[in-house]
């Protein structure tokens, strides 16, 4: 049974005095403000707010009937508060028309949506990506704002670079000067664990001129190491121009220290979606049943493969993507994990014909891209850790947790090198700070063509590397120091 507040609306109270403080100085509410609180949750920001007895008009919406409750209790002597039950995304009395001198909330993150409620709420947030509820409570407090109204929101940053929240990112630079951005690590909520590595308060002014919005510089704060630091900031911290973001790729807020990797990113005129296709293997639908390991430890495949069940001449099949039918069922399939250059076969599926027709046909099951299985490429773990990593596929199959990279025959080597490279590692974290390098991301990292000699240089030191791995020895690290340094000097970072 759910016994939680945020088991059922993934609802974080700001129990940080820092945050709470930081956040009101961003507000700046007035003695004559109309105020919106969305998701009151037990008041910690209401509370600042009336702290010096100002008689600001503040709505406050809440959705649990218990949190409900204690405001009621809590504010019944207050004529200037009004709590409400009810759900801010629905609310009829919180229409997209302008209302609010200040708009201030801790929205859920990441709350479940059922599929009934992320229909309706698509009807309502079209262009949005319903499932993160922050997004929609963000994209709603933008349209209730009044002119040179302010809003203060503490969400996940994954608004300011992920693929998914385009839409969110154009509405805001549209219609808002974006003053300030405080980014910092999750852990500043005291003993509370989110599925985001970083958050980040948001402070936006209602705008309707576009000439000011374009002249909007915006504060970044970052390197904040604990909740105090956004009492006491710095003099000093970068500032982005609102017309270069609005302009930049996806108008992703490309963060990055180096002006030199946000320009490369904004102005590239070949990309690596230009030159390859990218794209996401295969799901059996049940790991535990079809797929076999050698040796070591794959998650959901525990079984070990027996030897006389390998098929070690699959490729000769003239009809490989129908399944195998000579008794020896089981083919390598490449998985996640951060290997560089080649990968050895350590895991194996079920290839035989019914195998297949289940894997083609089964609702969980994901035969995609299937025109890409068995194929010269490079595989890229979804998930990766510190450094990107790339390595062969070798003409196998490769499953949902890699992007297969295939671009011209010729531009494999040295593709496979650049994947590797920091150089590399550098765009993919600007480009989406998390360690997931999706399909979508990849597609957008910057490609310079190289010479003719600079591709054959290249392309001689991998396959240098690749010969050393494949006998049983270490590759020479000063061959990957010379592949890394073609790649800086030809990046300029």
Not at 30 to 43: F, N
Not at 117 to 128: G, W
Not at 281 to 295: A, C, T
Request: charged share 25%.
């Amino acid at each position: 049974m759910v016994k939680n507040m945020e088991d059922i609306y993934r609802s974080f109270y700001t129990k940080s005095v820092p945050i709470v403080h930081y956040m009101l100085s961003c507000l700046k509410a007035q003695p004559d403000d109309t105020v919106l609180e969305p998701c009151a949750g037990d008041g910690v920001f209401i509370d600042a707010i009336i702290k010096n007895e100002a008689n600001q008009k503040i709505d406050a919406y809440e959705i649990d009937h218990r949190a409900y409750k204690i405001l009621t209790e809590k504010y019944r002597h207050r004529k200037n508060i009004s709590i409400t039950l009810s759900d801010a995304l629905f609310d009829g009395n919180l229409d997209f028309s302008p209302g609010y001198d200040r708009i201030i909330a801790n929205p859920p993150y990441g709350a479940w949506q059922d599929f009934q409620r992320r229909k309706l709420l698509k009807k309502i947030y079209k262009n949005l990506y319903v499932k993160e509820s922050y997004a929609l409570f963000l994209y709603r407090a933008v349209h209730l704002l009044k002119d040179k109204g302010i809003l203060v929101f503490i969400i996940p940053d994954t608004f300011l670079y992920l693929h998914t929240h385009r839409y969110l990112r154009y509405v805001l630079l549209q219609h808002t000067k974006i003053k300030e951005l405080a980014l910092f690590p999750s852990k500043f909520f005291p003993g509370i664990s989110f599925g985001y590595a970083n958050l980040c308060i948001l402070t936006a002014e209602r705008c309707q001129n576009i000439t000011e919005i374009e002249k909007n510089e915006i504060k970044i704060l970052t390197n904040l190491r604990k909740p105090e630091d956004l009492i006491s900031l710095p003099s000093e911290c970068p500032v982005y121009r609102q017309k270069d973001i609005i302009n930049s790729l996806d108008h992703a807020f490309f963060i990055s220290e180096r002006d030199e990797v946000r320009s490369l990113l904004n102005n590239s005129l070949i990309r690596i979606g230009d030159i390859a296709d990218c794209v996401t293997g295969m799901y059996s639908g049940n790991d535990k049943k079809y797929l076999r390991v050698l040796s070591g430890d794959v998650r959901n495949a525990k079984k070990a493969v027996h030897a006389n069940s390998v098929n070690n001449s699959y490729l000769i099949e003239n009809n490989i993507l129908s399944g195998l039918t000579d008794g020896r069922p089981f083919i390598p399939i490449i998985k996640g994990g951060n290997t560089k250059y080649i990968k050895q076969n350590n895991c194996f599926i079920d290839w035989s014909k019914e195998a297949v027709e289940h894997y083609k046909s089964d609702k969980k099951a994901r035969f995609q891209n299937s025109q890409y299985y068995f194929k010269e490429g490079i595989a890229v773990p979804m998930v990766s850790s510190k450094q990107m990593t790339a390595s062969l596929t070798e003409k196998r199959i490769f499953d949902q947790s890699i992007v297969g990279i295939f671009p011209e025959e010729k531009y494999i080597y040295y593709l496979l090198a650049f994947f590797n490279s920091p150089t590399c590692n550098q765009l993919i974290r600007t480009i989406n700070p998390s360690a997931n390098n999706s399909a979508n991301y990849i597609k957008k990292i910057p490609f310079i063509k190289p010479s003719d000699n600079m591709l054959a240089e290249v392309e001689n030191i991998t396959k240098k590397i690749v010969c050393d791995l494949k006998t049983g020895n270490c590759f020479d690290t000063d061959d990957e120091k010379k592949l890394n340094s073609i790649f800086k000097n030809l990046y300029k970072f």
